[in-house]
Each structure stands twice: as structure tokens, then as C-alpha cells.
């Protein structure tokens, strides 16, 4: 068998060129990602974005009334979020929504307390939290509801459920109950609220769960720090350990989660990041002046996960080239 040397030397050139693309696009990817989240920094609970690296910040809601917990739709274009100022006086919440500048906020539910939105992944429909009817003068306990993305359509899908969030696919929903009568556990549902399954077992109480984008694995908090466990209930694992850590979101590629925590640093609350591989740990945004809270991460444009797990890159384009090589 021959060597050819010009061919080798093509074939490399072709290899240095796809990884010098690939790191490049790895960067441009990740610069492209933004996160809202919510902060007190001008004095007031509002709405912020800020893009992946921690840069670039803005402010998107100015208003009197404590804006909170906000999502992306899947295509960037909207942010739904939780406020009181429709009744600020009273501390009841609603879920409003507003353009991605911070434009034209509509309110879309009248509830007394409705919380956690999260969008189908089409961006035509909206799962949240609600506590429907007082009960002994206090909130009944919590019921997951979907709506269309205009507040129309509303649907009680599963009573006694907190803080939903929906699967990549849109098929399933991840929640938290107590119906067992003990701790608070993650369960999934169908979309449609069927075929109930208990995701986590162990005997801390459970909260804010959070799908990865590959559809592979979920992110909650446990007895105060972050977790994740695959989406057939197997394999749970600890990923931070200071017992302060809350509101986790997944990076676009599934590598890495953002969260609250509040003590990481001595009287500050930020955003940080944990890598779910080697657990390494770096803060986002944090102030010791003001705190910033909920986390919700997204990429814009075209996803860098498929539903698959398949990454969307040059990758396929480029080997494709380097074969014509041979």
C-alpha cells in the first residue's frame, strides 16, 4: 500500500480547519446564549437579561411591583414572568409576559397566586403553578394549569403539584408533590396530566426541577443544593455542596447548570454555574450591594442540542468535505 503525501497533508489541513471552526463556533455559540434573571440592584425586584458570560446586562422591567422568575419562549422573543403589580398592596401573583425588550406587558392570569411558568417547547403554550381557591384562609395547595401563550384555554391538569417544568419534547412534565404524605418528591406526567411516575426517591424534600435540553437528565434542588438525576429516575447525583443553592437552569448544551445560591460568598446573593462532568464551579453575577435570584437560560436562534443530544455544528458539513478527500 503507497503513501500518499499530498492526500495526508489535505487530510490534515481539512482536521486543523475543523477544529479551529469548531472552537470558534463553540464561542459563538456560547457569547449568542442569554439569561434573565431577576434582581434587586436599583432597590426594586425586576426583570434582567445578561448574556452567557455575565456581560451585557440590562435591565427589561421597570415597576414599582416585584418582577420575578422569568422564562424565555423558545425563541427568544418573549419572557413570561411572575409579578404583584397588578395588586401589589394585597401579595397576590400573576403571570405576565413582555417582548424581549421589555415592551408591551400583558397580564395572563387572575389567580391569587399563580407561579414557575414554563413554555411548551413550540412556544403556543404555557404550564404553571397555581393556588386556586383559599382554603381555611389560607391558599389551597398548588395545582399545574396550562394555558395557550395569550392566557386562553386555561386546563387544571394535576392537583396538589408545584413547580412544573416541561420536557424538551414537549411530551412530559416534571413537577413536585407531597402526595405520598411524606417528602416532597419529583414526579412526571404526561403533558396532558396522565401516568404519573415518582422520579426521586430519597427522603429529603425536592424542589424546582429543571429538564436538560437533551431531554437526557433533570436538574432539582434536594435539602438545599443542586442535583441531578437521569430522566428514567436513575442515577441521582449531588453537584454542589454548600446548602444554599436554588433555581437551577441548564446551559443550551447540557454542560453545565446556572443556580442561585445564597451564601456562597459571605452576604451575597448571586448566579453561578456548576459543570455537571467535574462539578467546578464559577459565579456569573454577584454584587455584595444587591442580590440576584431565578435564572433562566437560552440560546437564541438555532439550538446547539438536537432532542437527540446531537450537536448542531459544521461537524457533519466539513466531514462530509474531508471524505471527498480520500
Do not use: C
Request: aromatic share 10%.
Amino acid at each position: 500500500m503507497s503513501f500518499n503525501v499530498g492526500r495526508f497533508f489535505v487530510a490534515s489541513l481539512v482536521m486543523s480547519l475543523l477544529i479551529q471552526m469548531q472552537l470558534a463556533e463553540n464561542g459563538y455559540a456560547f457569547r449568542r446564549t442569554k439569561i434573565a434573571f431577576a434582581s434587586a440592584r436599583d432597590g426594586n425586584l425586576d426583570i434582567y437579561v445578561m448574556d452567557g458570560d455575565g456581560g451585557n446586562q440590562r435591565r427589561v422591567t421597570v415597576n414599582p411591583a416585584r418582577d420575578e422568575s422569568p422564562a424565555w419562549s423558545p425563541d427568544g422573543k418573549k419572557i413570561a414572568f411572575v409579578s404583584n403589580r397588578n395588586n401589589v398592596n394585597k401579595g397576590h401573583r400573576q403571570i405576565w409576559v413582555i417582548d424581549g425588550d421589555g415592551k408591551n406587558p400583558i397580564r395572563l392570569t387572575d389567580g391569587l397566586v399563580d407561579t414557575y411558568p414554563d413554555w411548551s417547547p413550540e412556544g403556543t403554550k404555557i404550564v404553571y403553578d397555581a393556588h386556586l381557591v383559599p382554603e381555611d384562609h389560607h391558599l389551597a395547595p398548588g395545582g399545574i394549569v396550562v394555558m395557550d401563550a395569550d392566557g386562553k384555554d386555561k386546563r387544571l391538569i394535576r392537583r396538589r403539584g408545584l413547580h412544573p417544568s416541561g420536557s424538551p419534547d414537549g411530551k412530559k412534565i416534571a413537577f413536585v408533590s407531597n402526595r405520598n404524605k411524606d417528602h416532597m418528591q419529583i414526579w412526571v406526567i404526561d403533558a396532558d396530566g396522565r401516568h404519573r411516575t415518582q422520579l426521586t426517591q430519597e427522603f429529603v424534600h425536592k424542589r424546582l426541577p429543571s429538564w436538560s435540553h437533551d431531554g437526557k437528565h433533570v436538574a432539582y434542588v434536594g435539602d438545599n443544593v443542586i442535583w441531578v438525576v437521569d430522566s428514567d429516575g436513575k442515577n441521582p447525583r449531588q453537584l454542589t455542596k454548600l446548602a444554599s443553592d436554588s433555581n437551577p437552569t441548564w446551559s443550551p448544551d447540557s454542560e453545565s447548570i446556572a443556580f442561585t445560591s445564597f451564601g456562597r460568598d459571605p452576604g451575597i446573593v448571586g448566579i453561578y454555574t456548576v459543570d455537571v462532568t467535574n462539578f467546578a464551579i464559577d459565579a456569573l453575577e454577584r454584587g455584595p450591594d444587591f442580590h440576584h435570584y431565578q435564572p433562566d437560560w437560552l440560546y437564541p436562534g438555532e439550538l446547539s442540542v438536537s432532542p437527540a443530544g446531537s450537536r448542531i455544528t459544521m461537524w457533519g458539513r466539513l466531514k462530509r468535505f474531508a471524505s471527498s478527500l480520500r
